[in-house]
């Protein structure tokens, strides 16, 4: 869920350099987000493998979608990679009380974002044990 369609480009890239293998969905807003979540609920859809959250998002931040995947009957327990530019404790301590399983700060540099697919790669390969 990112609202920079750069940085949706950085992560499709990122999982293709580590060969993951997945259906990428770009939800680009909170509240979007939110209705996605409740449409899964509703419609007993599988959830998704990982989810990857900017905590910036426009209409609903991304603390309140994160909540809502933890209050969800469909996606309680998946892997949630926080992944924003806020380097800030405050918004660490509250990603990390509602859920979130990594908190990642937005590398600047490719090289450092491409290695993110290895990370997300990771979890999502602890899901499907």
């Known amino acids: 869920m990112e609202d920079n369609p750069a940085d949706v480009n950085l992560i499709r890239e990122a999982l293709d350099e580590h060969q993951v293998e997945c259906k990428l969905i770009h939800i680009r807003d909170g509240q979007r987000a939110l209705e996605f979540i409740e449409s899964l609920d509703a419609e007993q859809k599988p959830s998704p493998d990982l989810v990857i959250l900017d905590l910036n998002l426009p209409r609903k931040p991304g603390s309140v979608v994160l ?9 309680p327990s998946v892997p949630v990679a926080v992944l924003t530019s ?18 990642i700060r937005k590398p600047s540099r490719l090289a450092e974002f491409l290695k993110l697919g290895g990370t997300f790669k990771e979890m999502i390969g602890r899901t499907s044990q």
Not at 67 to 75: P, V, Y
Not at 97 to 102: D, H, I, N, P, Y
């Open 67 to 75: 909540e809502a995947i933890r209050a969800s009957a469909s996606c």
């Open 86 to 103: 806020s380097d800030n404790q405050k918004d660490k301590n509250e990603a990390a009380r509602l859920g979130a399983s990594v908190y």
